[in-house]
């Protein structure tokens, strides 16, 4: 079953959200852990004394990398390292001198270097002198020299960086500040762009086809020379005067040595000057067959310098599909924030980005906020080269487990998926009471933009189990959506709550979410509530603007006294007698709703087209459903028919209660109609064959509004999907689209007025 994503057209979004992360990227002062490094055995420099030379300390801006993952293997500037030999050019003092590092020193003057220009006099430290300004960028290898005027302000990009020496060769750092006497150190930042292109088969190819295969940037329309601004050492890409053109190249990666990251084939790496490349051909695959592949940069497609920008490629028989994930110096891979109104963000760009959020909030960071950039697709951790997350990819942990020794332990953060999804989701154990891709959420949790794909939870199920949580508490589920399918079994004499989205929610606002999620269990259950979007919703929850596409269907052998199934296409169960009031407003369930079990004891099964059982305290209104609600019950050895029973309806199963259901329409065939509730009196209708605006005319009445605790969706803001929730007059007429007009659909996009 194929549903829409809440989400704007994929080009607009990942365009808006990678502008976005450039500039955030660029302007966030707590992006990352800035760290310095430089070769293994760095000197400690000592302040100098007067009259002696210059020496310092060098080290290359970069952010803190994760302990599980690997840097590139060429030891170079380009992984955050000075060499023994790196030579440097230094503005000081007025004149422009060579530098060299030597491991045991540091940057140390070079006399040695004789090009006109080059003041070959090492330069010092004078009487009350404390500091120098200085402008220091390299290597000298890649500077561009005139015979007569010595080196000028101008760097240039090797053609072909398939040798590791021409990519290290090609890379080019710079700073301009102040050097202390007290502590001379300088901090370099890389100023070129990184270009990292991941390759993975798709398709009828075989990894082996994509994994031999040449990749090329550019078709000789790159520029690789630079000008170096002489005030601040940044660099420029040069577009020479009078039409000369020679600089205009196509550039051959570097090829990485080491082994793709998860998910991919190979990498590829080079190094360019900062420009744009918006509308040109830019990567090209050169299978071995002599096919040509090739990709063009979409529109806004700025290359920045200190930057990388890593292209994930999926390589298929006639075209190749491209993701875009941003990234900052030092060009490894590792943990990269960004802050959004006040609020750092992790970025998950990958499974493993993702497995490793998880593994961090259940060692007990249950806060941590996360921002996705990036489809994501879980059975790429098969491939990890980390055991731990190699397993994940069967069997998924979920985010915020329950402990044994502490079983509340809340996700309390916010994830944003920004509407990208998450595909390969497999869950086939208990993982004790709680499960999904998120395990126990609440507390002012906010879950929004996740779109799961491809999803399966199999096997022995927990007591509360989804697939995007297990459970939600005092937190907030927006414009989230699951395809996929939950087939599971359960522990005899237990209490469980299955739902398409989540198992069980209470205090919260679950809105404007979507599932088309096939749903079967087997129950020998106390107390079964199963379905389409919540297993069970209670004590001052609201439901709104949810649509479930499913099949919910609940089989077993009851052996136990005084048990209760119930099953809808909403959810199984809603309110509560002796709670606050909860709200399933809105809603529509597509798909039939079944309940067939054999009787060996005494059970009551309640099966509905939006709710199985609506107790005292749950709210029911403007909602409508398409699908068959029917149960069967087959007595069995020892079935106490006397205290059993059957109740099946378009609408709900059963009730406690009626008032607090109205304005609702039931269309499935079969069941008995809507269970007993005032037809007229309650404005609730049941026809199998509904006529134009009927059931707009009871789900959509003129005057009514509901305030509701969700987040803003603005397609054309980065992030689209809102991380700060806000209070929304959502006017009913307005939430529904009358496109058919006899079944109408719910307007995910509408947004309501801000209050």
Same mark, same amino acid.
């Given at each position: 079953?194929?549903?829409?994503?809440?989400?704007?057209?994929?080009?607009?979004?990942?365009?808006?959200?990678?502008?976005?992360?450039?500039?955030?990227?660029?302007?966030?002062?707590?992006?990352?852990?800035?760290?310095? #490094?430089?070769?293994?055995?760095?000197?400690?420099?000592?302040?100098?004394?007067?009259?002696?030379?210059?020496?310092?300390?060098?080290?290359?801006?970069?952010?803190?990398?994760?302990?599980?993952?690997? !840097?590139?293997?060429?030891?170079?500037?380009?992984?955050?390292?000075?060499?023994?030999?790196?030579?440097?050019?230094?503005?000081?003092?007025?004149?422009?001198?060579?530098?060299?590092?030597?491991?045991?020193?540091?940057?140390?003057?070079?006399?040695?270097?004789?090009?006109?220009?080059?003041?070959?006099?090492?330069?010092?430290?004078?009487? %009350?002198?404390?500091?120098?300004?200085?402008?220091?960028?390299?290597?000298?290898?890649?500077?561009?020299?005139?015979?007569?005027?010595?080196?000028?302000?101008?760097?240039?990009?090797?053609?072909?960086?398939?040798?590791?020496?021409?990519?290290?060769?090609?890379?080019?750092?710079?700073? &301009?500040?102040?050097?202390?006497?007290?502590?001379?150190?300088?901090?370099?930042?890389?100023?070129?762009?990184?270009?990292?292109?991941?390759?993975?088969?798709?398709?009828?190819?075989?990894?082996?086809?994509?994994?031999?295969?040449?990749?090329?940037?550019?078709?000789?329309?790159?520029?690789?020379?630079?000008?170096?601004?002489?005030?601040?050492?940044?660099?420029?890409?040069?577009?020479?005067?009078?039409?000369?053109?020679?600089?205009?190249?196509?550039?051959?990666?570097?090829?990485?040595?080491?082994? &793709?990251?998860?998910?991919?084939?190979?990498?590829?790496?080079?190094?360019?000057?900062?420009?744009?490349?918006?509308?040109?051909?830019?990567?090209?695959?050169?299978?071995?067959?002599?096919?040509?592949?090739?990709?063009?940069?979409?529109?806004?497609?700025?290359?920045?310098?200190?930057?990388?920008?890593?292209?994930?490629?999926?390589?298929?028989?006639?075209?190749?599909?491209?993701?875009?994930?941003?990234?900052?110096?030092?060009?490894?891979? %590792?943990?990269?924030?960004?802050?959004?109104?006040?609020?750092?963000?992790?970025?998950?760009?990958?499974?493993?980005?993702?497995?490793?959020?998880?593994?961090?909030?259940?060692?007990?960071?249950?806060?941590?906020? &996360?921002?996705?950039?990036?489809?994501?697709?879980?059975?790429?951790?098969?491939?990890?080269?980390?055991?731990?997350?190699?397993?994940?990819?069967?069997?998924?942990?979920?985010?915020?487990?329950?402990?044994?020794?502490?079983?509340?332990?809340?996700?309390?953060?916010?994830?944003?998926?920004?509407?990208?999804?998450?595909?390969?989701?497999?869950?086939?154990?208990?993982?004790?009471?709680?499960?999904?891709?998120?395990?126990?959420?609440?507390?002012? /949790?906010?879950?929004?933009?996740?779109?799961?794909?491809?999803?399966?939870?199999?096997?022995?199920?927990?007591?509360?189990?989804?697939?995007?949580? %297990?459970?939600?508490?005092?937190?907030?589920?927006?414009?989230?959506?699951?395809?996929?399918?939950?087939?599971?079994?359960?522990?005899?004499?237990?209490?469980?709550?299955?739902?398409?989205?989540?198992?069980?929610?209470?205090?919260?606002?679950?809105?404007?979410?979507?599932?088309?999620?096939?749903?079967?269990?087997?129950?020998?259950?106390?107390?079964?509530?199963?379905?389409?979007?919540?297993?069970?919703?209670?004590?001052?929850?609201?439901?709104?603007?949810?649509?479930?596409?499913?099949?919910?269907?609940?089989?077993?052998?009851?052996?136990?006294?005084?048990?209760?199934? #119930?099953?809808?296409?909403? !959810?199984?169960?809603?309110?509560?007698?002796?709670?606050?009031?909860?709200?399933?407003?809105?809603?529509?369930?597509?798909?039939?709703?079944?309940?067939?079990?054999?009787?060996? %004891?005494?059970?009551? /099964?309640?099966?509905?087209?939006?709710?199985?059982?609506?107790?005292?305290?749950?709210?029911? &209104?403007?909602?409508?459903?398409?699908?068959?609600?029917?149960?069967?019950?087959?007595?069995?050895?020892?079935?106490?028919?006397?205290?059993?029973?059957?109740?099946?309806?378009?609408?709900?199963?059963?009730?406690?209660?009626?008032?607090?259901?109205?304005?609702?329409?039931?269309?499935?065939?079969?069941? !008995?109609?809507?269970?007993?509730?005032?037809?007229?009196?309650?404005?609730?209708?049941?026809?199998?064959?509904?006529?134009?605006?009927?059931?707009?005319?009871?789900?959509?009445?003129?005057?009514?509004?509901?305030?509701?605790?969700?987040?803003?969706?603005?397609?054309?803001?980065?992030?689209?999907?809102?991380?700060?929730?806000?209070?929304?007059?959502?006017?009913?007429?307005?939430?529904?689209?009358?496109?058919?007009?006899?079944?109408?659909?719910?307007?995910?996009?509408?947004?309501?007025?801000?209050?």
């Amino acid at each position: 079953m194929k549903i829409q994503n809440h989400t704007l057209p994929k080009a607009i979004r990942r365009h808006s959200i990678r502008l976005w992360l450039a500039t955030a990227i660029a302007t966030t002062a707590t992006l990352a852990t800035l760290t310095g #490094c430089s070769a293994d055995n760095d000197p400690q420099i000592a302040a100098g004394e007067d009259g002696t030379s210059v020496t310092f300390g060098a080290t290359i801006a970069s952010r803190e990398a994760h302990g599980n993952d690997k !840097a590139p293997a060429s030891r170079a500037i380009t992984d955050g390292t000075f060499d023994d030999g790196d030579q440097i050019l230094v503005h000081m003092d007025g004149k422009l001198k060579a530098f060299v590092y030597r491991t045991a020193q540091g940057f140390v003057h070079d006399g040695t270097v004789s090009n006109p220009g080059i003041d070959t006099t090492p330069a010092e430290w004078k009487s %009350g002198e404390t500091q120098k300004d200085v402008l220091a960028y390299g290597p000298a290898k890649a500077l561009i020299s005139d015979a007569n005027a010595g080196f000028v302000y101008q760097w240039f990009a090797a053609e072909d960086q398939s040798s590791g020496d021409n990519y290290k060769n090609s890379d080019y750092v710079y700073t &301009a500040q102040t050097l202390h006497r007290s502590d001379p150190v300088l901090t370099f930042r890389h100023g070129m762009t990184r270009i990292v292109v991941r390759l993975r088969s798709g398709g009828s190819l075989k990894d082996e086809d994509v994994a031999g295969a040449t990749v090329l940037l550019g078709n000789k329309n790159l520029l690789r020379i630079a000008d170096i601004d002489p005030q601040a050492g940044t660099l420029t890409a040069h577009v020479p005067a009078g039409g000369y053109e020679l600089h205009l190249q196509t550039i051959t990666p570097h090829r990485r040595a080491d082994a &793709a990251p998860a998910g991919f084939v190979a990498v590829h790496e080079a190094l360019l000057p900062p420009q744009d490349v918006s509308g040109e051909p830019f990567i090209r695959v050169l299978l071995s067959d002599g096919r040509e592949l090739g990709y063009v940069a979409e529109s806004g497609s700025l290359l920045e310098g200190g930057h990388e920008y890593v292209y994930n490629a999926t390589v298929e028989e006639d075209h190749v599909t491209v993701t875009i994930s941003d990234s900052d110096v030092p060009w490894q891979d %590792g943990i990269l924030t960004t802050e959004i109104d006040g609020k750092e963000f992790r970025l998950i760009r990958t499974a493993e980005d993702l497995a490793r959020f998880a593994r961090d909030v259940n060692n007990g960071q249950r806060n941590l906020n &996360a921002l996705q950039t990036a489809d994501i697709d879980l059975q790429d951790l098969a491939r990890s080269t980390d055991p731990d997350l190699q397993k994940l990819a069967e069997d998924w942990e979920p985010i915020s487990r329950e402990f044994e020794n502490n079983p509340v332990s809340y996700y309390v953060g916010i994830y944003c998926g920004n509407g990208y999804t998450i595909s390969g989701l497999r869950i086939t154990s208990s993982h004790m009471s709680y499960n999904g891709l998120f395990g126990i959420v609440g507390y002012g /949790a906010l879950l929004t933009g996740i779109h799961l794909r491809n999803a399966k939870l199999q096997g022995p199920t927990s007591i509360s189990s989804g697939l995007l949580a %297990g459970e939600v508490i005092e937190g907030t589920v927006t414009l989230c959506s699951a395809e996929g399918e939950i087939d599971v079994t359960t522990s005899t004499g237990s209490f469980y709550r299955i739902g398409g989205l989540i198992g069980y929610v209470a205090e919260s606002s679950i809105n404007r979410c979507r599932t088309g999620v096939n749903i079967n269990t087997w129950q020998d259950n106390e107390i079964a509530y199963v379905g389409g979007i919540v297993g069970e919703s209670r004590a001052g929850s609201t439901l709104f603007a949810c649509q479930s596409e499913g099949e919910v269907s609940v089989t077993g052998l009851v052996t136990l006294t005084n048990s209760n199934l #119930c099953a809808g296409g909403i !959810a199984g169960y809603n309110g509560s007698r002796f709670s606050d009031d909860s709200y399933i407003y809105a809603c529509m369930a597509t798909g039939d709703v079944s309940i067939d079990y054999t009787n060996a %004891g005494s059970a009551y /099964a309640y099966a509905g087209g939006l709710v199985g059982y609506n107790d005292g305290s749950g709210n029911l &209104a403007y909602s409508y459903a398409r699908g068959t609600a029917t149960g069967i019950m087959t007595i069995g050895p020892g079935g106490d028919i006397a205290n059993s029973g059957v109740y099946n309806g378009a609408i709900i199963g059963g009730r406690y209660g009626s008032d607090q259901i109205v304005y609702c329409f039931g269309a499935g065939a079969g069941g !008995a109609g809507t269970s007993g509730l005032g037809a007229v009196i309650r404005n609730i209708t049941y026809n199998v064959s509904p006529k134009q605006e009927e059931i707009s005319t009871i789900i959509a009445p003129g005057n009514s509004s509901l305030p509701i605790s969700t987040t803003r969706y603005d397609a054309n803001a980065t992030p689209a999907y809102g991380i700060s929730l806000v209070s929304r007059e959502m006017e009913l007429p307005t939430v529904w689209s009358n496109t058919d007009r006899i079944w109408p659909a719910l307007d995910m996009e509408y947004n309501g007025v801000i209050n």
